[in-house]
């Protein structure tokens, strides 16, 4: 079997997988990225691979450093009406994965074929994926189904692709999502999105297709592509309303009707930059995209610049969409300042435009990191962000985030969960990027002055951590750590509260 021709079993063979494939008790998830990868090739996964390789470059460590990268696909699935997602991987990844979707309140069950080396390797897998869709595919209850191969699935060539493209009018979407081939979850997002899209553009082709829930808009509409809060997508709409445009749906979108109504646009605006895939998607439909999003002054102007170029839109309209849209945000943003030095660092997508508005706010912002990668779309908030003095680091490490609040020494820490609590325990106060900034409104004259009050509070907070700080000084340090390689000698008087650790067995207690 070779990479460039992998063997497409005839429909009435269950497919197998191939020799040396990945089997739970062989080589499995912790098997290192480049064993997986090699095997997944072998297995027929090459092609889709590759795909992944170029339009998700990977960063300086070969291991995501967040959450499991599926989790970014099962999400998209979980939030759409009428859509059931299943689950293909080892029983451990299934547990994390359908824990932290509850934890964001799914509120709907994800499903799961279970499988065994045997099932996995003789094939077996595949036919008990296909029976579970089969099921699962009542036109009554479900537009789609979707099945995600979570790593050992991938790394084995279970062949998703040879699932039905549709059941009983339910269609079926199968992808491989692999933390070995899509570095993080965001860019996971676009994988299942631009299924999707691909998907849904191929039916507005064939013909007539389904009317969206809510009426049309008359105006000709820009699509928004990436997740943000629900003001944002209606900031953006009051902002086109004086261009004579209209917003269109938000990709991912929540339902599968909307797909259509996204690639019936005027324009995208990709204001989360790394949805490399759905653009494709989108400018295989002749739609232009825009990068960048309206934040603050200058991203705002910047961005109508943009929007009213690929629209066609008469320069008296625009500059007086802008006369009358600009001088209500900087006077926002006057009026909730930021003072304080920031670093600020996640993993959504998000954080360059995020980063525009804490300058524009005043804060003395001096690094951004992002897990995603460099893209076209970001390029004009990394020329603004870079042309303030700020550091922007993309595919950052966690070393990275740490490397910048030990070299800047900031106020206040904005970052993963690791980073803030790096940052605490540095005294420094922290905040979390995806609950505190990037679950806000960021654009327009909403955005402006929607997280001053919290990071200033936050702010103010240093002085607190430094008597935190002082209280728990040594608690989990040392011989306070409760692992003592050697029975500990000297032991100092207990700190701050922090009780002395008691005997050890060679002492004669337990
Ligand atoms: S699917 Fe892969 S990346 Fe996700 S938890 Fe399992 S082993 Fe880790």
Not at 120 to 141: C, H, M, W
Not at 274 to 280: C, E, M, Q, V
Not at 424 to 438: A, D, H, Q, V
Request: aromatic share 6%; net charge neutral.
């Amino acid at each position: 079997m070779t990479l460039d021709a992998p063997h497409t079993p005839a429909l009435n063979e269950t497919p197998r997988a191939p020799e040396g494939a990945v089997g739970v008790d062989g080589i499995g998830c912790h098997a290192g990225r480049e064993t997986m990868l090699a095997a997944a090739r072998e297995a027929g996964a090459g092609e889709t691979l590759a795909r992944y390789a170029k339009d998700y470059p990977a960063g300086p460590h070969d291991q995501p450093q967040s959450m499991c990268p599926a989790f970014g696909s099962l999400r998209v699935g979980l939030r759409m009406r009428r859509t059931a997602t299943i689950l293909s991987g080892s029983a451990c990844c299934v547990y994390g994965l359908t824990f932290i979707s509850h934890f964001y309140g799914a509120r709907r069950s994800v499903g799961y074929v279970p499988f065994s080396s045997e099932t996995l390797v003789t094939g077996k897998l595949f036919e008990d994926i296909r029976e579970a869709v089969f099921q699962l595919a009542d036109p009554g209850k479900f537009d789609v189904v979707v099945v995600i191969n979570l790593c050992v699935p991938t790394a084995s060539g279970v062949p998703l692709r040879l699932l039905p493209k549709e059941i009983n009018g339910v269609r079926v979407i199968g992808i491989d999502v692999p933390g070995f081939g899509v570095p993080t979850h965001a860019e996971a997002k676009d994988v299942l999105a631009a299924a999707m899209l691909s998907y849904a553009r191929r039916e507005a082709e064939q013909g007539p297709v389904q009317a969206p829930r809510a009426p049309r808009a008359q105006e000709p509409t820009i699509t928004l592509l990436g997740e943000m809060f629900p003001l944002d997508p209606i900031q953006i709409g009051g902002m086109l309303k004086p261009l004579g445009l209209a917003v269109g749906p938000v990709v991912p979108t929540r339902e599968w009707r909307e797909l259509y109504g996204a690639l019936d646009c005027c324009a995208v605006a990709a204001v989360h930059p790394f949805y490399t895939a759905s653009i494709r998607e989108f400018q295989a439909a002749g739609r232009p995209v825009i990068g960048s999003a309206p934040v603050g002054v200058d991203g705002t102007a910047a961005w109508l610049d943009d929007v009213a170029k690929v629209c066609n839109i008469a320069t008296e309209k625009l500059d007086a969409a802008k006369a009358s849209l600009l001088p209500a945000i900087r006077e926002a943003l006057a009026g909730a300042p930021i003072r304080g030095r920031i670093t600020l660092s996640g993993y959504e997508g998000s954080e360059l435009i995020a980063a525009r508005l804490l300058i524009e706010s005043g804060a003395d912002l001096r690094y951004v990191g992002t897990a995603c990668p460099r893209t076209p779309w970001s390029e004009r908030d990394r020329e603004w962000l870079e042309a303030k003095g700020v550091q922007v680091r993309y595919r950052a490490t966690l070393e990275d985030d740490l490397a910048a609040i030990d070299e800047y020494e900031p106020d206040l820490a904005i970052g993963t969960t690791p980073v803030v609590q790096a940052a605490k325990s540095r005294s420094i106060p922290g905040l979390y990027f995806t609950n505190l900034i990037s679950a806000r409104p960021l654009m327009g004259a909403a955005g402006a002055g929607s997280v001053a009050a919290t990071l200033n509070m936050a702010i103010g907070n240093r002085a607190r951590f430094t008597e935190m700080r002082e209280f728990f000084s040594g608690v989990g340090e040392g011989a306070a750590a409760g692992v003592w390689p050697e029975a500990p000698k000297n032991l100092p008087e207990t700190h701050g509260k922090a009780s002395k650790p008691k005997a050890n067995r060679e002492d004669g207690a337990c």
